[in-house]
């Protein structure tokens, strides 16, 4: 890199007749200066700064298009333990964790967590705190507005939470629900949903901090329906997605 500056992103998108062809999904990488200092693995959970380091997509470097074919092997957990020392490095500490039923859960009546517990060990040995977002697949397939589907997934939730107690606190309760395609019933049967996940958390963790409605985008308007509707909750999520990262009118 040129010595005045710290990092340099280059971005490159196909133009057909000074139009954005979509039909080929643009390219962006950024190259750094490496940090002489390998950072603290103390834990900070006092720290409000966190980064999407994607420690459960491991079967790729970036792990950014691997969300739900990592691997355990012991190559995919030194990927992973990669990635959380860079982050050490860079001094975050905070990281979003998905939990993906088709893990906890590969078949009916059997409970694996031989996953989870490598990761939140390597976020441990690298002083990341995790926030777990309850993912928006059924365990076994099973459709979401089934009873049975909702019934294994609290099941699911539950020996979750007595699993990681004293190492996680902050679970969000589902994903997006404000899309079809991660919800397909009402807003009001999503609130029904959420409130029996969170009471099966706090039963399991009465000083859990349960996250609620994890909208796309700043969706006060969904947030604001769900809790005329009744959702229980300690806090709200959004993921405040935008083509211009202007501060002040996201805060706005």
């Given at each position: ?56 997509r ?167 329906r ?20 202007r ?6």
């Amino acid at each position: 890199l040129p010595a005045d500056l710290a990092f340099v992103s280059f971005r490159c998108e196909l133009l057909q007749d000074g139009r954005l062809d979509r039909s080929v999904q643009p390219a962006e990488v950024c190259w750094t200066r490496p940090i002489a200092d390998a950072g603290s693995a103390e834990k900070r959970p006092d720290l409000p700064w966190g980064m999407g380091v994607y420690l459960h997509r491991n079967t790729d470097p970036y792990g950014y298009h691997s969300s739900y074919v990592s691997a355990v092997d012991d190559a995919a957990i030194a990927r992973m333990e990669e990635r959380a020392a860079l982050a050490q490095k860079a001094g975050v500490k905070w990281e979003r964790v998905e939990l993906q039923a088709f893990r906890v859960v590969p078949k009916r009546g059997v409970y694996d967590f031989s996953f989870y517990d490598k990761l939140f060990d390597v976020a441990d040995r690298h002083g990341l705190s995790c926030v777990v977002n309850l993912g928006t697949y059924m365990p076994l397939g099973l459709d979401r507005q089934s009873e049975e589907g909702q019934r294994l997934y609290e099941e699911m939730v539950r020996r979750t939470v007595a699993r990681y107690k004293g190492r996680v606190r902050h679970w969000e309760v589902w994903n997006e629900p404000e899309y079809a395609s991660f919800w397909n019933g009402t807003r009001q049967e999503f609130v029904r949903f959420s409130n029996r996940l969170h009471d099966a958390i706090k039963a399991e963790d009465p000083t859990a901090e349960v996250i609620a409605c994890v909208t796309a985008h700043v969706d006060l308007d969904f947030i604001d329906r769900c809790k005329a509707d009744g959702i229980r909750y300690d806090s709200f999520s959004v993921h405040p997605y935008r083509d211009v990262p202007r501060a002040e009118g996201l805060l706005a």
